[in-house]
């Protein structure tokens, strides 16, 4: 990954940032169930998203690898009025 998408990166999923897994890659041996959604705490120089899932894991996304997409707080809100 080159240091201009790492700079993206980091601009679009700043710490706190809800995001929501669609798809883990497959190489992954104990993958997170797609739908998960998770905050981010960081993004690293090499350009992989640190989250921590909201059951209770945490992991890194790569983005290479992983689907993954930002939650709106409309959307955040939505979820919740339907849980109810």
């Known amino acids: 990954m080159n240091d201009a998408k790492i700079k993206w990166l980091k601009e679009q999923y700043p710490p706190g940032t809800r ?7 497959s ?9 998960t ?6 993004v690293d120089d ?3 998203v640190h ?7 945490r992991l890194g996304i790569c ?9 709106t707080e409309q959307e955040e809100n939505q979820a919740f009025e339907m849980s109810m």
């Open 37 to 42: 959604k998770a905050t981010v705490v960081a």
């Open 46 to 48: 090499m350009g992989t």
């Open 63 to 71: 983005p290479e690898a992983d689907i993954f997409h930002k939650i």
């Open 19 to 25: 995001v929501q897994l669609d798809r883990m890659g």
């Open 27 to 35: 190489d992954d041996p104990r993958p997170i169930e797609s739908g």
């Open 51 to 57: 989250c921590n899932f909201d059951n209770g894991r």
